[in-house]
């Protein structure tokens, strides 16, 4: 189509502005700000707000599953890397001076209750990362260092969906204390 602005540059703009503001802090002309284009220019692209939301959110969900993915490609034992991997999140979060969390997060706090596309997009983002992690904890119960209490499936669900639960607690407090409670309490109870 020949379009002079770069889609994947203005979702990416969109992730930021999102992330740090919310949905409904962010209207149409602060996109366009930031990502310097046009009003005629973003409808070549978007249907609406919540179409480039849907989007952004897509694109933040694809993105992090390969993150996630590689992630576990590193030489560790699985148990070893659901330790590593969460703490590292424990630790972008402090780098980030507990400000935003992750966008898919606060866009189902914010808005899963009201915009049924936002909520099935997240939704899916977080289904699909859930998948990869309990691919790893799969190999850590076949191996014998994650309890076989629980399917794997169960596991991921659990540990994600606490991590998530912290980010409430980590944005009030500006704190990773509740963070690092949970990960103290929930490596003891998947450990086999």
């Given at each position: 189509m020949g379009y002079k602005y770069n889609k994947e540059n203005i979702l990416e703009t969109g992730y930021h502005v999102l992330r740090k503001n919310g949905y409904h802090k962010v209207g149409?002309?602060?996109?366009?700000?930031?990502?310097?284009?046009?009003?005629?220019s973003f409808y070549n692209f978007f249907e609406s707000k919540e179409d480039f939301t849907v989007q952004v959110i897509q694109q933040y969900g694809r993105s992090n599953r390969q993150w996630i993915e590689e992630f576990f490609q590193q030489e560790m034992s699985p148990l070893a890397l659901i330790k590593a991997f969460y703490?590292?999140?424990?630790d972008i979060n402090e780098q980030d001076d507990y400000a935003s969390g992750c966008l898919v997060n606060a866009m189902s706090n914010e808005t899963g209750r009201i915009y049924d596309k936002l909520a099935k997009a997240s939704n899916e983002s977080f289904e699909s990362w859930i998948e990869v992690i309990a691919g790893i904890i799969k190999k850590g119960q076949d191996s014998g260092e994650i309890t076989k209490e629980h399917t794997a499936k169960e596991l991921a669900e659990f540990l994600h969906t606490g991590m998530y639960g912290t980010f409430a607690r980590m944005k009030v407090t500006r704190s990773r204390q509740f963070m690092d409670q949970w990960f103290d309490m929930s490596m003891k109870f998947i450990e086999g």
């Open positions: 149409i002309n602060e996109i366009l700000k930031e990502a310097g284009i046009p009003k005629g703490k590292h999140l424990i």
